[in-house]
């Protein structure tokens, strides 16, 4: 076996396209199969158009696009850290850091949640696809992809009047090198998050970069990620809480924190408890730094009355 190759080489050999997403668009699509492409197209050209996506070209820029999201995401997740998140999302408010990080139950992020463009059925199809792509090229290092569970639930009643269309969740478990991570795909029933026909022209495709330095690395990083969410209004990290009680504790103090501070906003009004997954969260977003942050345990009963939970 070769040596396994660093986090910093893995990030900016895919996500940056020095490997599959740097190949012209006739190369991947031929990767895929030609034939392949204009079938998916031609089975799921209902739930395409709705989404604009209206040529089976564009079906495979938004495949490119949402793979680079789910590299981003996968790669966040397995390596920041929730203080890192934390110190990220609040700055130098040291007590809101103190304040929250008591009621964490672990080190690491739960979960990178993201809008995707194609329908759901589709992400599921393509996804082995990518899988096995990832793995031929790091067929002789100790890196591997495999994923390891799925579960498929409509969201909230909350969340879909959020967004004002219909959304279903894919959770994906990922291992990665050995270490597991869990991803939240969005599909929204509404058109594709990036203007597809814009993509490459405005340069929002991650290509031929290679940053000579570690300033320039986290400059390229950060322009990366903006130019990756473009169009997606609700990405989100998520943080795992110990304890229900927690959770609502967290969202009596983001209503405060929110009502002092104009830079934060809660989405939600009260506690979200989706019955489809069990899960309860609240979240808070920083407007200036363009984050969201999700604050989620789960739930062994449903929440009993009385307690200012949304439930749907």
């Not at 050995?178 to 340069?203: K, S």
């Not at 927690?246 to 009260?270: C, K």
Request: aromatic share 10%; proline share 4%.
């Amino acid at each position: 076996m070769g040596a396994p190759i660093s986090i910093e080489q893995l990030y900016f050999s895919h996500i940056m396209g020095e490997l599959f997403f740097s190949t012209g668009l006739n190369e991947f699509m031929d990767y895929l199969s030609r034939d392949n492409i204009h079938q998916l197209f031609s089975l799921h050209r209902q739930s395409l158009a709705a989404k604009t996506i209206l040529t089976p070209e564009a079906l495979l820029k938004a495949i490119r696009i949402d793979f680079e999201k789910i590299l981003f995401a996968l790669l966040e997740v397995r390596n920041k850290t929730c203080p890192q998140l934390l110190h990220d999302f609040f700055g130098s408010d040291t007590q809101a850091v103190l304040d929250i990080l008591p009621a964490l139950k672990e080190r690491s992020i739960y979960h990178l949640g993201f809008e995707v463009n194609q329908p759901m059925d589709l992400i599921l199809y393509s996804f082995d696809y990518w899988i096995n792509k990832f793995n031929a090229h790091f067929s002789a290092t100790q890196e591997r992809l495999r994923a390891v569970k799925r579960q498929r639930f409509p969201a909230s009643r909350e969340f879909q009047r959020r967004v004002k269309a219909y959304v279903e969740i894919l959770r994906i478990w990922i291992e990665l090198d050995g270490q597991v991570q869990m991803l939240e795909l969005f599909d929204i029933h509404h058109g594709a998050a990036v203007t597809l026909d814009r993509y490459e022209a405005d340069g929002l495709r991650m290509q031929n970069a290679r940053p000579q330095s570690l300033a320039e690395t986290r400059t390229d990083y950060q322009g990366a990620v903006a130019r990756l969410l473009a169009g997606d209004a609700i990405w989100h990290y998520a943080v795992y809480v110990d304890q229900p009680e927690e959770v609502a504790r967290l969202h009596s103090h983001f209503q405060a924190l929110s009502g002092r501070d104009s830079a934060y906003e809660l989405p939600f009004s009260a506690l979200v408890n989706n019955t489809h997954d069990g899960s309860l969260y609240t979240k808070i977003i920083n407007r200036a730094r363009n984050m969201e942050l999700e604050f989620v345990t789960e739930l062994a009963l449903p929440a009993p009355a009385g307690t200012g939970v949304g439930v749907g």
